[in-house]
Structure formats: C-alpha cells, structure tokens
C-alpha cells in the first residue's frame, strides 16, 4: 500500500451561532491515497465543505488530527499552513474564483510565480497545462470571454499547474451542465493522475461519482456510508 496523501483522524467541527449549535463534522476518519479520486458526497448541509477546507488547511478541526504525506499538520501556525496552501494543494470551487483582470495564461501563471518558479520554466509549464485542458488558443483571453467550462478549465490548470500532491474541488461542477460538468472531472481526472494528486471532491451528481475511485457519504457530519462496490472495481482496476 502506499502511503496515504491525506489522513483525516477523528475531526469534529462545531459551529456555534448564538445560542444555537451545529456539529458540522463529528467523528470524521478518511485516508487518500496517491492518484485516488475520492467524492465526498450528502445533502446541502452535511459537512462536505467543513471536511474539505480543513482537509485544504483552510480551518481548523475543534478535535481530531490532519496528517499531510506523514507529517501531522493540525496545530501548525497560518504562515506554514499558507505555504503548503500555496506549494502542495491545489483548491478548485463552484464559482471558478479566476483573477477577472489578469488573462487566462496569467491566472494560470500565478500560482507559479507565488512560489518563485523562475519565469522561463514558468511560461513552458503555462503553456504545457493550457495545451492539456484544451486551451493554448485562450491564453490571451479574459476569463469573462470563456464559458462556463472553459473557465473551470482554467481553475483546473491554475490548480494542477503547481503539481500539487492533493486536490481539493469544493463542488467543481455545479455550475457546469451536465454534459460539461462529466469533460470537466474526466479532464481533472487525467491530468491529475498523470501526476499522481490525489483528489477530495464533494458533489452531488450521480454521474459525477460513478466517475470518482471511491464515494464516501456524509450526514450531519458522520459518515454514513462508503461506497464498497466502488472500492473493489477500483481495486480490480488496480490489480
Ligand atoms: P455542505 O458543504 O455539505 O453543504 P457545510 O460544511 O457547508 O455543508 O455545513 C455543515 C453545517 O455547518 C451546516 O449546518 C452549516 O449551516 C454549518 N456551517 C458551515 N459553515 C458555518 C459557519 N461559518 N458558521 C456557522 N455554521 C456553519
Ligand atoms: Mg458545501
């Protein structure tokens, strides 16, 4: 086995508002491994996007423990968590979220240059991932004369552009037709495997969890059910 990317340990999340609380994440074990696809999936309010911004070093768990590639990483301060935010986990959201004044290429780029690529190794690594989601000929453009798809496609090269080790997509196709919505996460599948990320993507869409390695179900933040069947063909597929 190798080993995991991420491991999620007995997190629980509180909300408190006023007199009134919330028990977002309760109890919360999960392990990705390399390469693995994982859909993290429940109705609106059960706690995937708790799970996966703590999973993204965005928040932090009340209890439990976040171990990244070994090292556990649940009480570090915000500048090393914003450092690996910023080398090693690509986030990709619903809205897209490109920089609307700077031109696809350049949303692209910017992650890169965040992290000090040197420019000549950046502009070849730009344009390799434009070329991989299909999109050398919009380099140039705004993200506001794209598509719906073609911007998440643009979320998806800024994010796998850094060769992150794990890949956090909140809900990545919701904006997305169906038809666009199934190109999107096969897109993100096959660049991302080529490089071995593993992926944490909640969704609600049917289709879009036939196409993930592993489905786990949450409900008021338990989890409720993981997807055995989906487990064993990818372990078939595997062997
Ligand atoms: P999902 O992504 O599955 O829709 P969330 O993780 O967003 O679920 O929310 C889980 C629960 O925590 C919900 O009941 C939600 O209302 C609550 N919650 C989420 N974020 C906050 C917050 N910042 N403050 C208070 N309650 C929150
Ligand atoms: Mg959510």
Known sequence: MTAPVIELRGLSKTYRLGQHVVPALQHVDLVVRPGEM????????????????????????????????????THIGE????????????FVFQSFNLVPVMTVADNVDYPLFLSGVPAAE????????????????????????????QRQRVAIARALVKRPTLVIADEPTASLDSHTAEQVLDLMREVGHAQGAAFLVATHDARLLRRCDRVVRLLDGRITHVDTEEEERHERALA
């Open 122 to 149: 950046r502009r070849e690594r730009v344009a390799a991932m434009l070329d991989a989601v299909g999109l050398a000929d919009h380099a140039r453009h705004r993200p506001d004369a794209l598509s719906g798809g």
């Open 38 to 73: 994982l859909a993290l999936t429940g109705p609106s309010g059960s706690g995937k996007s708790t799970l996966l911004n703590i999973a993204g070093l965005i928040d932090k768990p009340d209890a439990g423990e976040v171990v990244l590639r070994g090292r556990c990483v």
């Open 79 to 90: 500048t090393a968590a914003a450092l690996l935010r910023r080398d090693a986990i690509g």
